[in-house]
């Protein structure tokens, strides 16, 4: 993806404006529905708190704005879910109402799909699922859905292996000099799939690199910023500076541990090593302030790409042969490390949004 930087910078940039101006896309329902091959998308999330699915969408509906489908630039309306399945049930029989005829769908719960894709199957309109993939079985339901996201796994095994990296070339962190880093763990929701991948994979590739660990606790923020300062204020006063790491699931819980030492006066030398996963505006501003040590860049641009063309595809029965499928069904974007070395590299102008332009 080296060569779009510029293109990915211009998309930015734009979704920047329109973050604030996002009712410029019409509606599905309010546009002329009788005209063909017109991309009308209904998009519905499971919370408009998280960060990162925000800015994610910024993205997509930027660079839908840079498209024509039937001659016409495609209209988008979106829906929060707020954390609630039968909602997110309620959305899409109002977004296939209001004559959407993409549905792209942030799972609730990813495990409980089959009301959603029993009524788009019913009305013959295709959902791409996004960010939170369903169970391959449900996928299998029907032969117009899809899933566009990154392999939770490799953002795993990349935050361990830039912890390992860190602690290797940094002794200090071992404050305690007894040959065992002390950490803890900052998980999203409780048995969530992409919780526990992380979690797992981070620890076992720390070991794998040869960190002896000692897991001191873990606690779950629900990938909430505020939620995460509340649990790392807790764990601090139990541990006070014995805790040497902090893997957090996002970057917004990596953020809510930093508030967390912040508030209560910490000084640089006397916090540990912090890690997230996501590579949101303020995770990387944080790095470039030296507050959050890494982070893994989770391509929120490159996913809304792919979700952009893979719906006019859909409709335009164009361009499904040009999309890299894994198992006909599967777009999934590769996450990349981001530091302090490649951070000035991924900041933009005005460091607000990253160019995915170096993969660190």
Known sequence: MKGSAMKKKRILSAGIILGTTALLLSACGNQQQNQENRLYIGVTYYNQSDTFLNEMLDSFKAQLEEMEVGGTVPAVTVRDAAGLQKTQNDQVKELIDAGCNVLCVNLVDRADPSDIIDLAREYDVPIIF??????????????RLYYVGADAKQSGVMQGELAADEIWENEQID?????KIQYVVLEGEAGHQDSVIRTENSVNTLQQKGIALEKLSYEIANWNRAQAENRMEQMIGQ???????????????AL???????????SETSRPVIFGIDGTDDGLKAIRDSKLTGTVYNDKEGQAEMMAKLAAALVSGEGMEDLPFENDRYL??????????NIEELLGEENISPEANERG
């Open 175 to 179: 404050r305690n000099k007894d040959g």
């Open 130 to 143: 996004f960010n939170r993939e369903p169970v391959a079985e449900d996928l299998m339901q029907w032969d």
């Open 332 to 341: 999934m974007v590769p996450y990349f490390k981001v530091t302090p070395q």
């Open 239 to 253: 541990y006070q500076t014995s805790i040497e790491l902090v893997l957090a699931n996002n970057d917004d819980m």
């Open 256 to 266: 809510g541990a930093i508030d967390a030492y912040e508030k209560l006066n910490y």
